[in-house]
């Protein structure tokens, strides 16, 4: 049942479970992020890869459904205003009853200390809107080896609380990858990307090698178009390279599918984004202002970083030519605001 092919289940509104998947951290609010596309398109994978002992309580020959307005809707009590990428997913346990599961993809670059708290939280808003209780995971996909939250508690006399909820560290995926080179999973390529994205920061040449080779599995592993599509689509968003390099890697993905007689995943997405990007800088120049580029790059960050605050896009509105196009290049490596802000400091 848990094939490799997207799938498209219909819809029943008497049972629900819920699942949340968040993005990567405070700072950043990204709702369509590439862990959000590819968690959707094989959610039943997911949890065979990431929670096998849960997906085995699941009936997948019964149809799920994502509701993401409702879980914004506990989201917005819980975290006052704060905004993630959220899903909800309902499903059927195989006895027939309904099972409650409140999934988090945490992508953070360091440890939040509220982490614990906010997943109680969301597990007691849950319970207090639908009377329902909920096995709560988490899956971490930051580089701190030692943050590990797994509960939330206080003791008191006559009053004590110990939350506990299930976690996977990707980090720990490292000393397996000779394991994730052939699991035929979908999320052993999405565990290898995000890995060598990574361990890849400060040699964007290694990147280009790693990006290659993942995309290049793709192939080797038989699968359909839309499978190649969907992973594709995940590897080139979180595994960005500078231009010159893309453009390397795009004539080499060009020759792999000519030599396989496929053309998926090349063309039409690639020469789309170059037209919109030198379109931008036609407009720039246009107006007597590098404004195309400096949209581009203003979009690459809000992708990466989430929202900017007014000051710093004015820093950013303020840099020269030349400025924009270094950034455009150390934007690639930043994983969270401070990043940002320490370049522009710097620059």
């Given at each position: 049942?848990?094939?490799?092919?997207?799938?498209?289940?219909?819809?029943?509104?008497?049972?629900?479970?819920?699942?949340?998947?968040?993005?990567?951290?405070?700072?950043?609010?990204?709702?369509?992020?590439?862990?959000?596309?590819?968690?959707?398109?094989?959610?039943?994978?997911?949890?065979?890869?990431?929670?096998?002992?849960?997906?085995?309580?699941?009936?997948?020959?019964?149809?799920?459904?994502?509701?993401?307005?409702?879980?914004?809707?506990?989201?917005?009590?819980?975290?006052?205003?704060?905004?993630?990428?959220?899903?909800?997913?309902?499903?059927?346990?195989?006895?027939?009853?309904?099972?409650?599961?409140?999934?988090?993809?945490?992508?953070?670059?360091q440890k939040e200390d509220d982490f614990s708290k906010r997943m109680f939280t969301y597990?007691?808003?849950?319970?207090?809107?639908?009377?329902?209780?909920?096995?709560?995971?988490?899956?971490?996909?930051?580089?701190?080896?030692?943050?590990?939250?797994?509960?939330?508690?206080?003791?008191?006399?006559?009053?004590?609380?110990?939350?506990?909820?299930?976690?996977?560290?990707?980090?720990?995926?490292?000393?397996?990858?000779?394991?994730?080179?052939?699991?035929?999973?979908?999320?052993?390529?999405?565990?290898?990307?995000?890995?060598?994205?990574?361990?890849?920061?400060?040699?964007?040449?290694?990147?280009?090698?790693?990006?290659?080779?993942?995309?290049?599995?793709?192939?080797?592993?038989?699968?359909?178009?839309?499978?190649?599509?969907?992973?594709?689509?995940?590897?080139?968003?979180?595994?960005?390279?500078?231009?010159?390099?893309?453009?390397?890697?795009?004539?080499?993905?060009?020759?792999?599918?000519?030599?396989?007689?496929?053309?998926?995943?090349?063309?039409?997405?690639?020469?789309?984004?170059?037209?919109?990007?030198?379109?931008?800088?036609?407009?720039?120049?246009?107006?007597?202002?590098?404004?195309?580029?400096?949209?581009?790059?203003?979009?690459?960050?809000?992708?990466?970083?989430?929202?900017?605050?007014?000051?710093?896009?004015?820093?950013?509105?303020?840099?020269?030519?030349?400025?924009?196009?270094?950034?455009?290049?150390?934007?690639?490596?930043?994983?969270?605001?401070?990043?940002?802000?320490?370049?522009?400091?710097?620059?």
């Open positions: 049942m848990l094939g490799f092919a997207p799938l498209n289940p219909t819809y029943n509104m008497n049972k629900v479970i819920y699942y949340q998947f968040m993005t990567d951290n405070s700072e950043r609010a990204d709702f369509d992020s590439p862990w959000k596309e590819i968690l959707e398109a094989y959610f039943p994978q997911a949890m065979q890869f990431f929670f096998p002992e849960t997906a085995a309580l699941i009936n997948w020959e019964r149809p799920y459904e994502f509701l993401n307005t409702e879980f914004q809707q506990i989201a917005r009590e819980a975290e006052q205003g704060k905004r993630y990428a959220d899903q909800l997913v309902k499903v059927w346990q195989i006895q027939g009853e309904e099972l409650w599961l409140l999934i988090h993809v945490e992508i953070q670059a597990n007691f808003r849950i319970f207090d809107r639908f009377e329902k209780p909920a096995i709560s995971l988490a899956i971490l996909c930051d580089t701190n080896r030692q943050w590990r939250p797994n509960n939330y508690s206080y003791n008191y006399p006559q009053t004590r609380l110990n939350f506990e909820f299930g976690i996977v560290k990707l980090l720990d995926y490292e000393n397996r990858f000779d394991e994730l080179e052939t699991n035929t999973n979908p999320f052993a390529t999405v565990v290898m990307a995000h890995l060598k994205t990574q361990q890849t920061r400060s040699s964007p040449q290694e990147r280009k090698i790693w990006k290659f080779s993942l995309i290049r599995r793709l192939y080797d592993l038989g699968l359909q178009e839309q499978d190649i599509r969907n992973l594709y689509r995940f590897i080139d968003w979180v595994m960005i390279l500078p231009k010159a390099l893309e453009n390397q890697l795009c004539s080499e993905v060009q020759q792999l599918e000519q030599e396989r007689t496929m053309r998926y995943i090349t063309s039409a997405e690639r020469i789309g984004y170059e037209r919109g990007r030198e379109e931008g800088k036609e407009v720039g120049r246009q107006e007597g202002k590098q404004e195309g580029e400096l949209g581009i790059i203003l979009k690459l960050l809000k992708r990466r970083l989430g929202e900017l605050s007014p000051e710093i896009q004015k820093r950013i509105q303020s840099l020269s030519v030349n400025q924009l196009e270094n950034l455009s290049e150390a934007l690639l490596d930043f994983s969270n605001i401070t990043d940002l802000v320490n370049w522009l400091e710097s620059n």
